[in-house]
């Protein structure tokens, strides 16, 4: 009987527990296999805390948001303690020892994918499951979580419309996803939003401005602005991208302190950037401007059809894999079917909204401006 072990960590998300669920049904029912659940992530693995997962457990988790496991955002090979950040990947490896483990299932993003490949050098086996709202994760078609986000993101898209529309006002949506902006134009397209701004696109606050001076012109006194939690202007981007140059130039330890220091104070002059761009638009197109952050609401909650049928698929065909012996692999949601992928293929990269994407284009087509 081969006993698995399974957590999930990084942010949470909806369906992260479809996933287990599936994966423990599959696991336990179809191939009799046993299953423990780490608790809070990669803590819960270095700590050594863990519960059996049987059936009972297993029921009723379909449809409940958020992590019956807990999660942590923490790191394998920089574990915070006391005396500042461990390496933890020998601890880990005798806990998995320890506990006759015959493979680990991993629930998570891009760090979480980094940190399975760095189990699965130590020799490992170790099956990752891609999950963020952000829908980030290279070599998969969509992530768990994802379609969930986007139906709470545009149906506050919608109920801005109304308000905006009633006090002729300009609404600025702000949506979760620091470096991709795949929420945001989803919602944005989905929504009907007047202007969409991403990451992966740097605006101008003239462009933003004559869009809605445009649309004033020709009638309608109020404007939808959907923008992604990572976008920025040029000029902000420009100091974003040098401060992060520094950091990855940084040679020597104090150079990095330093430059990691210069990076986080970008950071917090940025942080407030939605609301500085409602007082720019306020003060170039004389319309009152609001601003709604959606923060947290988009990963909490029940997970939407879409998603519970992602999250079954690629929990059942993690266990095919680790029931075949398979390990080192994310399972990528491909077509209507599933793929393994190299975790090494995976791990380190993030997918970005490309410039010639479809839904850009098809945004443009529309009359959508994104702020270029
Ligand atoms: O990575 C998913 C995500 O939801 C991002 O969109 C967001 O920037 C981030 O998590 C916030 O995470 P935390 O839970 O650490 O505040």
């Not at 948001?65 to 933890?88: A, C, E, Q």
């Not at 202007?195 to 933003?208: D, F, G, K, Q, R």
């Amino acid at each position: 009987m081969k006993r698995v072990g399974i957590l999930t960590a990084g942010g949470d998300s909806p369906a992260l527990n479809a996933t287990i669920r599936g994966f423990g049904k599959s696991a336990i029912g179809e191939y009799g296999m046993e299953l423990i659940g780490f608790r809070d992530g990669i803590t819960g693995l270095v700590e050594n805390r863990y519960s059996h997962l049987d059936g009972k457990a297993l029921s009723g988790i379909l449809t409940v948001g958020g992590t019956i496991l807990g999660t942590s955002r923490d790191k394998v090979h920089k574990f915070p303690t006391p005396d500042g950040p461990v390496d933890m990947v020998p601890t880990v490896v005798k806990n998995y020892e320890e506990a006759s483990l015959d493979a680990l299932i991993m629930l998570g993003g891009g760090g979480t994918a980094r940190n399975a490949l760095r189990l699965v050098d130590a020799g490992l086996n170790v099956i990752h499951l891609p999950k963020t709202i952000d829908n980030d994760i290279a070599h998969t078609d969509t992530t768990f979580g994802f379609a969930t986000a986007l139906e709470i993101a545009t149906e506050a898209i919608d109920r801005l419309h109304s308000t905006a529309h009633s006090h002729h006002r300009i609404i600025l949506c702000e949506i979760m996803g620091h470096r991709a902006g795949w929420l945001t134009l989803g919602a944005g397209i989905a929504g009907g939003a007047d202007i969409i701004l991403l990451p992966e696109i740097p605006y101008t606050v003239a462009s933003v401005a004559e869009t809605i001076r445009e649309r004033t012109r020709r009638g309608s006194t109020f404007s939808v602005v959907a923008v992604a939690e990572g976008a920025r202007d040029v000029s902000d981007t420009a100091d974003y991208d040098a401060a992060q140059m520094l950091v990855r130039n940084a040679k020597t330890p104090e150079a990095q302190r330093a430059a990691r220091a210069h990076l986080s104070n970008v950071e917090h002059s940025q942080r407030e950037h939605t609301f500085t761009l409602a007082k720019e638009l306020e003060a170039a197109t004389g319309l009152e401007a609001r601003v709604t952050i959606l923060g947290y609401v988009q990963r909490g909650g029940t997970p939407s059809a879409a998603d519970r049928l992602l999250a079954t698929r690629l929990g059942t065909a993690a266990a095919d894999l680790v029931a075949a012996g398979e390990s080192g692999y994310m399972v990528a949601a491909r077509g209507e079917g599933t793929e393994p992928v190299r975790l090494k293929e995976v791990a380190g990269k993030v997918k970005l909204v490309p410039h010639d994407h479809d839904w850009l284009a098809a945004a443009r087509k529309v009359g959508t401006g994104l702020g270029d």
